[in-house]
């Protein structure tokens, strides 16, 4: 299996991603609610293989000089989920520090 994603991104597009690791596969899914670019992005957020239910993910980007400052908030955070939440998120950071970093 491979990482997959697939991505309809206008208001009320969905999407699905699936990425495997250690032989394990997980699929978050979701629903575009906000998308005003380049400041604002809002979506639901569900992996159903753990919970039925969904958060609400915003996005948000601000200038700052030559770069940017981006803020994530997460509400409807399911109790008990924290820490994976907040470990997954920061991993996603730090590999998207990287990857901007070898282009600046």
Same mark, same amino acid.
Do not use: H
């Given at each position: 299996?491979k990482?997959?994603?697939?991505i309809?991104?206008?208001?009320?597009?969905?999407?699905? @991603?699936?990425?495997e690791?250690? &032989?394990q596969v997980y /699929?978050? $899914?979701? #629903?575009? !609610?906000?998308i005003?670019?380049?400041?604002?992005?809002?979506?639901?957020?569900?992996?159903?293989?753990?919970?039925?239910d969904?958060?609400?993910?915003?996005?948000? @980007?601000?200038?700052?000089?030559t &770069?940017?400052?981006? /803020?994530? $908030?997460? #509400?409807? !955070?399911?109790?008990?989920?924290?820490?994976?939440?907040?470990?997954?998120?920061?991993?996603?950071?730090?590999?998207?520090?990287?990857?901007?970093?070898?282009?600046?």
């Amino acid at each position: 299996m491979k990482n997959t994603a697939q991505i309809d991104a206008r208001i009320g597009g969905a999407y699905t @991603i699936t990425d495997e690791r250690d &032989g394990q596969v997980y /699929t978050a $899914i979701g #629903e575009y !609610l906000v998308i005003d670019r380049p400041r604002r992005l809002v979506f639901t957020f569900g992996m159903p293989q753990f919970s039925p239910d969904f958060d609400r993910l915003t996005v948000e @980007i601000v200038p700052d000089g030559t &770069g940017c400052i981006v /803020t994530l $908030i997460q #509400e409807d !955070l399911q109790s008990g989920y924290e820490k994976s939440t907040k470990r997954g998120w920061s991993k996603m950071f730090k590999q998207l520090a990287m990857v901007l970093g070898e282009r600046g």
